[in-house]
């Protein structure tokens, strides 16, 4: 066990070791801060196009227009055969009645339209049914499945195909950030583990005689392990305030008016779509583990404990 005296011996020793490779030091913390820094964007436009599809999807529905007249046992049977399917989550009915009197009501202002609708005998608005299901990968199927010849008596249009370009937009965009984005920052990750590596095998070749020397009076593996990990964890600490340093516009400025454009019900201040703090604390948990992977594998190469 360490007291606290070695305890801050060690952490002195690190602080000593960051500064005598002062240059080293920072090329390390740098590459590590580019590494967050590709993390970060990684993050934040994984969370902004999961959240424009979740919008999205609490937006979009599959717009079902019934054959006008057709009698309300009709409407109501295709209604309780969809649902029965477990992928809609959700169904709305307007009846053509209630179409006509909200068209009417959206349109109260127009005196020309007001009075091309009193000039009506009938209703021309169909009864119409409003479908919602959990995932927007389902709307294709469901839409498919309402255009078949097993509704071709009851339905006279899907309204479905305004919304497919910009489903299959957003989920071709969402897989593009995953795939790149996690490619780009493993080669980053891989890159600031070497950088780090070389810099903590330079501080042991510049300590070697010290090393030997708390070898030989007894000194424990931690003790002499201790300085190291002290260093690395420098590393970690640095580029992750820089990187958040770096991002602080971006969450002020950018961020809200992005949410903004996509929501405008959210407020401004909501850190429901990303928090900056589980940012920052998930930034240092990947420089942590990063910088002791390549702190120790310098550690076991060349201390030999």
Request: charge should be neutral; proline fraction near 3%.
């Amino acid at each position: 066990m360490l007291d606290s005296i070695s305890f801050f011996r060690i952490i002195k020793t690190g602080l000593t070791n960051f500064g005598r490779n002062l240059w080293l030091s920072m090329a390390a913390t740098m590459v590590m801060t580019i590494t967050l820094v590709i993390f970060s964007t990684l993050f934040l436009l994984f969370m902004m196009t999961s959240y424009s599809l979740k919008t999205i999807q609490n937006t979009v529905d599959i717009s079902v227009y019934y054959k006008i007249g057709l009698p309300e046992e009709q409407i109501n049977l295709v209604k309780t055969e969809l649902a029965t399917d477990s992928r809609i989550k959700d169904i709305s009915y307007v009846s053509a009645m209630q179409a006509f009197d909200d068209f009417k009501s959206k349109h109260q202002s127009d005196p020309l339209i007001t009075q091309s609708l009193n000039e009506l005998t009938e209703n021309p608005l169909p009864a119409t049914l409003h479908v919602k299901t959990y995932n927007l990968e389902d709307y294709p199927a469901i839409a498919e499945k309402l255009n078949s010849d097993q509704y071709k008596d009851y339905i006279d249009k899907v309204n479905f195909e305004d919304n497919r370009f910009i489903i299959e937009r957003l989920n071709k965009i969402l897989k593009f950030i995953v795939t790149f984005g996690l490619g780009l920052a493993g080669v980053f990750a891989l890159i600031a583990i070497l950088v780090i590596y070389n810099t903590i095998t330079l501080t042991i070749y510049n300590r070697k005689e010290e090393v030997e020397i708390m070898r030989l009076v007894g000194a424990t593996n931690w003790y002499i392990r201790g300085p190291f990990l002290t260093e690395s964890m420098l590393y970690s600490l640095l580029s992750t305030i820089i990187t958040a340093l770096l991002f602080i516009p971006v969450f002020t400025k950018v961020i809200p008016v992005v949410i903004q454009y996509i929501n405008p019900q959210v407020s401004l201040y909501n850190n429901s779509v990303v928090n900056f703090a589980y940012l920052c604390l998930v930034l240092f948990g990947i420089a942590l583990v990063l910088s002791f992977v390549s702190t120790m594998m310098a550690i076991r190469k060349y201390l030999k404990i």
